[in-house]
């Protein structure tokens, strides 16, 4: 004859899986909580944090650039190019306000980088991109590469561009390209997207919130 358990050890089960029901409800709303705090930020924050692909580009140094360049680093990448009338010289400039007003923790600052990702390699050698990346801050890095790789990382990033082509008599053109700003975390991933930087002081305190959330 089959011995039944006996109460004490029912009595032992319901108490596991009460502990493991009250840890999961814990840890739900913990979560809920954690993303209560980001609610009204001037970024879309991503529910997941996106991996970033393999890529090879080149920095201003004419050194190689890869997604492992990407690591270690809180990083602000905006793409554009050097010859933009209007919109990249702004956010360069607006991204040289928020770099400033990190300086709140200094400890952060030193680990944020801002990176100008050209999507016009043909004018864009190196050298210029660190002419023009410099200007508004020596802490940033201009980078570039092929057209083939360019096109892998804007692709991957959500970049649409488009380069025109030249008036007549001119070898200048315009190139049309999507305006965010994409922070990419320590470990390689998009993290957030801000659609608008004009207010440096709102995307730096979203920022630390960003950081404090995922390193939670």
């Known amino acids: 004859m089959r011995k039944r358990p006996s109460r004490t050890l029912a009595f032992k089960l319901v108490i596991v899986l009460l502990g493991a029901l009250m840890f999961y409800i814990g840890y739900y709303l913990g979560h809920v909580y954690q993303r209560q705090r980001l609610a009204g930020l001037s970024a879309t924050v991503m529910q997941e944090p996106q991996p970033t692909q393999p890529f090879n580009l080149v920095d201003q140094n004419g050194k190689p650039f890869t997604v492992d360049d990407l690591k270690g680093h809180w990083n602000f990448l905006f793409f554009g190019y050097t010859h933009c009338p209007d919109v990249c010289p702004t956010a360069m400039a607006e991204l040289t306000q928020v770099y400033n007003r990190i300086a709140e923790r200094p400890k952060l600052q030193k680990l944020t980088r801002a990176i100008f990702i050209s999507v016009d390699p043909a004018r864009d050698t190196p050298a210029k991109l660190k002419q023009f990346v410099t ?49 990419v975390d320590p470990q390689g991933r998009t993290v957030a997207i801000f659609s608008s930087i004009s207010s440096p002081a709102q995307v730096a305190q979203d920022f630390f919130k960003i950081v404090d959330y995922f390193q939670s």
């Open 135 to 183: 200007y508004f801050n020596p802490e940033f890095l201009g980078v570039t590469g092929s057209d083939a790789e360019i096109k892998k990382v804007t692709h991957q990033f959500g970049i649409f561009f488009k380069r025109h082509a030249p008036k007549a008599d001119s070898k200048d053109y315009a190139v049309d390209h999507t305006a965010v700003t994409t922070l």
